[in-house]
């Protein structure tokens, strides 16, 4: 394997040594976090609300989700066991409090006792899935009805470029439309090297 396949293949799912330092990238680089709160300002949380992040990663979104949801549920799914180590230590009070949990799965094999949300988000996840149709299926069952759903996107491979973004929006959007969803709407926000895009829908 090439030094830039493993690189991809660590923010893909981070592992051991190398996986927490990505973890703490993805933790401290201003275009992650940029992207994260805009994701988390789109979606108008509640302070009930009960809410998904699939693909947590280092935990830095609930952690600001937290600060809103005061009196609802965050629950965070992701297929690291790394990141779901280095989310737990950063959240480890809201845990303790009952106000998150955290599990070690994938997006295509959510437990069954996983739904009944109001927002459902993830951020720079969507590129990972191997099928995308069946892992957006699965979250529009996962929401309430009337739920929202987004999935942002901002690309980072060599030579990525704005029209990347905007092809991955119209993709999302359409997978989106196919598993159900309404309302679809695509958000821009303009970060460097390349713009992020934030697809959003409503589950009738």
């Avoid at 600060?67 to 180590?85: E, F, K, N």
């Avoid at 999302?172 to 196919?178: F, S």
Wanted: charged share 20%.
């Amino acid at each position: 394997m090439g030094i830039i396949s493993w690189i991809v293949s660590q923010f893909r799912r981070p592992e051991g040594w190398p996986g927490h330092v990505v973890g703490w990238v993805m933790a401290n680089r201003p275009s992650n976090r940029a992207r994260n709160l805009w994701t988390l300002d789109l979606l108008e949380l509640q302070s009930t609300d009960r809410v998904l992040e699939i693909g947590f990663g280092p935990g830095f979104a609930l952690e600001h989700a937290a600060r809103v949801v005061s009196a609802g549920l965050l629950v965070g799914v992701d297929h690291s066991a790394a990141m779901v180590r280095q989310a737990t230590r950063r959240n480890r009070a809201t845990i303790a409090a009952g106000r998150m949990r955290l599990i070690h799965a994938d997006v295509e094999h959510l437990p069954a006792d996983v739904g009944g949300f109001d927002k459902i988000y993830s951020a720079n996840v969507v590129q990972f899935w191997p099928e995308p149709a069946r892992a957006f299926a699965r979250l529009v069952d996962a929401l309430a009805p009337g739920g929202r759903l987004a999935t942002t996107y901002q690309p980072r491979h060599p030579g990525a470029r704005a029209e990347d973004a905007d092809a991955m929006a119209e993709r999302i959007a359409g997978w989106m439309e196919g598993a159900g969803l309404h309302e679809v709407r695509i958000a821009r926000l303009n970060l460097r090297p390349i713009p992020a895009v934030c697809v959003l829908a409503r589950r009738s």
